[in-house]
C-alpha cells in the first residue's frame, strides 16, 4: 500500500462487515481474520474479474505471420481471457524467467520488484569430499538488511511459510534473481531448466573459471557468495619452515662469542599447515600446473606462479647448505622477495638454539652484581637490563635497550661499560657514545656521577682533536661522547680505531638508512653495538631494519627483501603473521619495558626527580659572555643596593639566554629551537611523552617565553597547548585546567611559577619539566605538586633543565650542598648570590669550556 493510502486503507479495512468473515474457505482462514488481508484479497478478486471480462469481450489478436505455434505472450494473454487462470504455461524454467523479466519491467510501477522484498539471491559454494567429484553452487535467498538471514532454495520449494523473511513470493524472488544472475553466470541457464533450481553442479574447471573472476562479478551485481572456508586459509597454509643449526661438531657456549657472522647449517622445507611435504611431493603440486589441488585429503588453493619460483629458487640454490647466522636468515627471509614461498618458521636448534631461547629477559642469563666503582644503586629492572646487555655482548650479538622515557636507560649503560672496563682490564680499546647535541652534557654529568673511574672526554667544539691527535686522545681516554652531526664531519678519525663499545643514544637518529649519519654509524668497526631509543619504530617498519643493520649487520637481510617480505605486507595488507614472524626474529635483540609494566611500578618510586643537563649554542654562549663581561665593568666601585641591582639584572638575563636568545633580544627575529640547546632537549624529550600518549606541566618563570613556547610547541606537534599566567581570566583558568583532566585533553599545559605554582590540581600530567629554575627548593616542589598530589594514579617524572657550564648549575650545586639544612633556613638561589665578592661572582657567572656542544 504506498505510504499517501495507508490511512484510507485502514478505514477502509475497518469498514469490512463482520459477516463477510464467514464465507471463507479453509485454505483462506488466515485471510478472514485480519481484515485488512481480507480486503485486500476482495479488492483482488475484483480487479482481476473486471480485467477478465474486458479481454473476453475483445477477439484475440492476430498470430504473427509464420509462427505456427502460439508465443509464450500468446499463451499468458489467452489465459487470462479465461474465467480462471491456467495453473501452467508451456515453457521451461529459463524461457518462463526471461518472460517474467519483461513482464516484471512492463509493470514495475504499479507492483514492487523482488529486491523491494527485502530478500536477494546469494550463493554458496560447496567443495567435494573427494578429487574427482562434483562441485555444488548451492542457491538461498538472503536479507539485505540482515545478511545472517538465509532462506535455503530447498525449503523455498517445500512451500513452507518463512516468518523471518515476511510474506514476499519466495519463488518469484529467487526465479527473478537466478534469471538475472544468469547474465554474468551463463551455466546457471542448466539449472534453471529445472522446475525447482536448488543448485548448480559445475566441474573443476568450471569452478576454477567460477573463483577466479565469476564470484567478483556477481558480488560487484549485488548477489552474496559464500566460498569454503580453506579458500581464504590456504594461501597461507603453504610455506617454508626454516631450520638453523651448528656446524657438525661445534659446541658453543656463553664464553664464546658466536654473533651474526658465525658459520652455520641450514635446511628448509615446504609445509601444509602442520604437515612437511617432501621435495617430490612439492614438486608434484607444482607440475600440476593447477590453483587449485587436493592434497591430504585437504583442497587448497595456490599461486602457480609462486610455485614455479620456489622450484626455480630450489633448483639454483638447493634447500640445504652451510652460511653465517644473518647469511642463513637472509636466505630464507629472501624466499618471498623472490616469488617464492612465505616464511612460516625460523628454528634455531642445538646450542644455538638454547642460546637464543636464553635471551629472553630474566629468565635463562646470569644475573650479575652491580660492579666495583658504581656510585648509586640500581633498581631491580636495571639490574636486569643491564645483565641482559652484557649477555648479548658475551655472545657477540648488538642490543637495542628501549625502554621508556625515565627508566634509566644511561645508567643501565654506564654500568654495562663500567663492568666491561673492570671484567676485561687488560683489554684495550675507548667505548664510543655517540648523541644529540642537546644530551652531550647530561651523558658527560652522569658518567662523572655513576663511574668517576671512568675517563670520560667530550669531542666537541672548535677546539677538539682530529687525526692523529685523536688517537692519542684515545688512549687517555675509557670513553669519548660525541654527536651524530660530528660523527659525519670528523667520520674519517673515527674510522681509524676498533672501538671497543659503540652505543647509539637516540637510536630513531639513524632510522633512515640512506642519511649520511646512518651510514656514518654503521661504517664504524666495532664487534660490541648498542642502542637505546624509546622508539625503535616511530612510522616505518624501515627504521627497525636500519637499526638492526647497525647491531647485527645482514641479520633481517637487505633492505629490498626486508621492503617486500615484512614491510608491504605488513603495513599495506595487515598480514598478522608476518608481523608475528617479524616479532619473533628481533624479539631476542630488543628489550622494551614500560613505566606502566607492574614489576617496573613496584620498582619505581611515585616521584622520580631527575636532572637534564643541556648545552648552550654558540649564539647563547656569546651573549652570555657579553652580559658576564658587561656586568663587571658595571660592578668597578659600586656598592649596597646598587650593586645588588645589577647582579639580579643580570642573574634574568643570563636565565633568558640560557631560555632562548630571542627571550633575551626580543629583537623580532625568528624563534627556532635550534639556536637553543635546552629548547631543543625540550623538544626532544616532548616527543616521546607525547608518543607514550602521556600529559605534561611546563614551569617557566617568563610569562613572554611560556608566549613563545605555547606558539611554537602548538605548531609543531599539532596539538593544543594550554598556557596559564598572571593575565589568565579565572573563568579561562578554571576551563583550561578541567579540559586537561579529561580523558582526550591537551596533552602539554604551560605554567608562570607565580600563577600555576599553587592551588591548582593537575593529576592528568605524569610528568612535570622545570624549564627555567626558581632556585628555591620549596617554590619548586610546590609547583610540581600540581601533578604530585592526591588523586594520582601514576609514577610522576620531575625534570629539571640545566645549561652546563653556566650560572645555572653553579646555583645547582650550591644549593644542593645545602639541602641539609631546613629548607626554610636556605636563602633563594639570588640571595645567595648577591652577597658574593667580585672574584667570587666572577668563578660562578664565567662560562665553562664544556657549555657550548659545536
Known amino acids: 500500500i504506498p505510504p499517501d493510502l495507508e490511512d484510507r486503507w485502514a478505514q477502509l479495512a475497518n469498514s469490512v462487515p463482520g459477516i463477510c468473515r464467514n464465507f471463507c474457505l479453509d485454505d ?89 522484498t527485502g530478500l536477494r539471491v546469494g550463493f554458496r559454494m560447496i567443495s567435494p569430499q573427494e578429487a574427482n567429484e562434483i562441485w555444488r553452487l548451492e542457491f538461498m535467498l538472503c536479507s539485505i538488511r540482515d545478511p545472517s538471514i538465509r532462506v535455503e532454495a530447498d525449503e523455498v520449494w517445500s512451500g513452507k511459510p518463512q516468518e523471518s523473511v515476511g510474506n514476499a513470493i519466495l519463488p518469484e524472488v529467487i ?83 658466536l654473533g651474526v657472522d658465525q658459520l652455520v647449517s641450514y635446511h628448509w622445507q615446504v609445509s601444509v599447515g602442520d604437515t612437511i611435504l617432501t621435495e617430490d611431493e612439492f614438486r608434484q603440486l607444482a607440475e600440476s600446473k593447477s590453483e587449485i589441488v587436493y592434497h591430504g585429503g585437504k583442497w587448497m588453493r595456490l599461486d602457480a606462479q609462486v610455485l614455479q619460483n620456489t622450484v626455480k629458487i630450489m633448483d639454483e640454490n638447493g634447500t640445504s647448505g652451510e652460511a653465517t647466522l644473518a647469511g642463513a636468515l637472509e636466505a630464507g627471509l629472501a624466499m618471498p622477495a623472490k616469488g617464492g614461498l612465505p616464511i612460516l618458521d625460523i628454528q634455531v636448534q642445538g646450542d644455538i638454539g638454547r642460546l637464543f631461547n636464553e635471551l629472553k629477559p630474566g629468565d635463562g642469563f646470569e644475573i650479575l652484581p652491580v660492579p666495583d666503582g658504581l656510585v648509586g644503586t640500581l633498581r631491580d629492572y636495571q639490574v636486569v637490563g643491564f645483565s641482559w646487555m652484557w649477555f648479548l655482548r658475551q655472545l657477540g650479538f648488538g642490543a637495542c635497550l628501549a625502554d621508556d622515557m625515565g627508566l634509566g636507560k644511561t645508567i643501565q649503560t654506564i654500568t654495562l661499560l663500567l663492568r666491561d672496563h673492570v671484567h676485561n682490564a687488560e683489554s684495550n680499546g675507548t667505548s664510543l657514545v655517540v648523541c644529540p647535541m642537546s644530551v652531550v652534557g647530561n651523558w658527560e654529568r652522569e658518567f662523572q656521577r655513576f663511574s668517576p673511574s671512568l675517563r670520560v672526554r667530550v669531542h666537541h667544539g672548535t677546539d677538539r682533536v682530529v687525526y692523529d691527535q685523536f688517537l692519542q686522545t684515545l688512549e687517555e681516554s675509557d670513553v669519548i661522547i660525541t654527536t651524530y652531526t660530528l660523527l659525519v664531519r670528523d667520520q674519517l678519525s673515527f674510522l681509524r680505531t676498533e672501538w671497543r663499545n659503540i652505543v647509539l643514544d637516540e637510536a630513531q637518529n639513524i632510522k633512515n638508512p640512506a642519511t649520511k649519519q646512518t651510514i656514518a654509524a654503521r661504517s664504524l668497526k666495532g664487534a660490541f653495538r648498542f642502542c637505546l631509543t624509546g622508539t625503535p619504530v616511530e612510522n616505518r617498519l624501515t627504521e627497525l631494519w636500519s637499526i638492526m643493520e647497525f647491531l647485527n649487520p645482514g641479520y633481517l637481510g637487505d633492505l629490498g ?64 659572555q657579553e652580559v658576564v663581561d658587561n656586568m663587571l665593568e658595571k660592578l668597578a666601585g659600586r656598592e649596597g643596593i646598587a650593586r645588588k641591582g645589577i647582579v639580579l639584572a643580570t642573574l634574568t638575563k643570563l636565565k633568558q639566554i640560557t631560555n632562548h636568545p630571542l627571550h633575551f633580544s626580543q629583537n623580532g627575529s625568528e624563534f627556532r629551537p635550534e639556536r637553543s640547546g635546552k629548547f631543543q632537549c625540550l623538544e626532544e624529550m616532548l616527543e616521546v611523552v607525547l608518543q607514550e600518549g602521556d600529559k605534561t606541566l611546563i ?79 620549596a617554590v619548586e616542589d610546590q609547583a610540581t605538586d600540581r601533578a604530585y598530589r592526591i588523586g594520582q594514579t601514576r609514577n610522576v617524572q620531575v625534570h629539571k633543565l640545566i645549561s652546563i657550564g653556566t650560572v645555572e648549575e653553579k646555583v645547582d650545586q650550591m644549593i644542593e650542598q645545602k639541602k641539609e639544612l631546613a629548607t626554610n633556613i636556605i636563602p633563594s638561589g639570588e640571595q645567595l648570590i648577591v652577597n658574593l665578592s667580585t672574584e667570587q661572582l666572577r668563578d660562578i657567572f664565567s662560562l665553562s669550556s664544556s657549555a657550548v656542544s659545536e
Not at 224 to 229: C, F, K, N, R, S
Not at 747 to 772: C, E, R
Request: glycine content about 8%; overall charge positive.
Open 28 to 116: 483462506e482462514l488466515e485471510n478472514c481474520r485480519n481484515p485488512e488481508l481480507l480486503a485486500l484479497s476482495f479488492i483482488d478478486a475484483c480487479v482481476d474479474h473486471l480485467v477478465r471480462h474486458h479481454l473476453g469481450m475483445r477477439p484475440p489478436a492476430a498470430a504473427p505471420k509464420g509462427k505456427g505455434k502460439s508465443t509464450l505472450p500468446r499463451q499468458w494473454v489467452a489465459q487470462l481471457r479465461k474465467p480462471v487462470l491456467a495453473t501452467e504455461l508451456r515453457a521451461n524454467n529459463t524461457q518462463l524467467t526471461g518472460f517474467a523479466s519483461q513482464v516484471n519491467k512492463w509493470n514495475a510501477g504499479m507492483r514492487p520488484m523482488p529486491g523491494e
Open 175 to 257: 526465479l527473478g534473481g537466478l534469471g538475472t544472475a544468469s547474465a554474468t553466470l551463463p551455466a546457471l541457464s542448466r539449472a534453471l531448466a529445472d522446475r525447482e533450481p536448488a543448485y548448480l553442479e559445475m566441474s573443476k574447471a568450471e569452478a576454477m573459471e567460477f573463483l577466479d573472476g565469476t564470484v567478483a562479478a556477481l558480488e560487484k551485481e549485488g548477489f552474496p557468495v559464500i566460498l569454503p572456508p580453506w579458500l581464504r586459509s590456504s594461501q597461507k597454509a603453504l610455506g617454508l619452515r626454516v631450520k638453523i643449526a651448528p656446524r657438525s661438531g661445534i659446541t658453543y657456549d656463553r664464553e664464546h662469542v
Open 561 to 624: 627483501n626486508f621492503r617486500a617480505n615484512f614491510a608491504l605486507p605488513i603495513e599495506r595488507g595487515g598480514d598478522h603473521e608476518q608481523l608475528a614472524l617479524l616479532r619473533k626474529i628481533v624479539k631476542p635483540f630488543i628489550l622494551r619495558r614500560l613505566k606502566t609494566d607492574r614489576n617496573i611500578i613496584r620498582d619505581l618510586p611515585e616521584k622520580q626527580e631527575m636532572k637534564v643537563y643541556c648545552n648552550l649554542t654558540t649564539e647563547q654562549a656569546t651573549l652570555y
Open 699 to 777: 614551569f617557566t618563570q617568563f610569562t613572554q617565553m611560556g608566549k613563545m613556547m605555547e606558539k611554537r610547541l602548538q605548531q609543531h606537534f599539532g596539538v593544543e597547548v594550554f598556557f596559564l599566567h598572571g593575565g589568565t581570566p579565572q573563568w579561562q583558568r578554571d576551563d583550561m585546567v578541567n579540559r586537561f583532566q579529561r580523558d582526550g585533553g591537551p596533552p602539554i599545559f604551560i605554567l608562570s611559577l607565580k600563577a600555576g605554582g599553587t592551588g591548582l590540581n593537575l593529576t592528568a600530567a605524569s610528568h612535570v619539566f622545570h624549564f627555567d629554575r626558581w632556585w628555591n627548593p
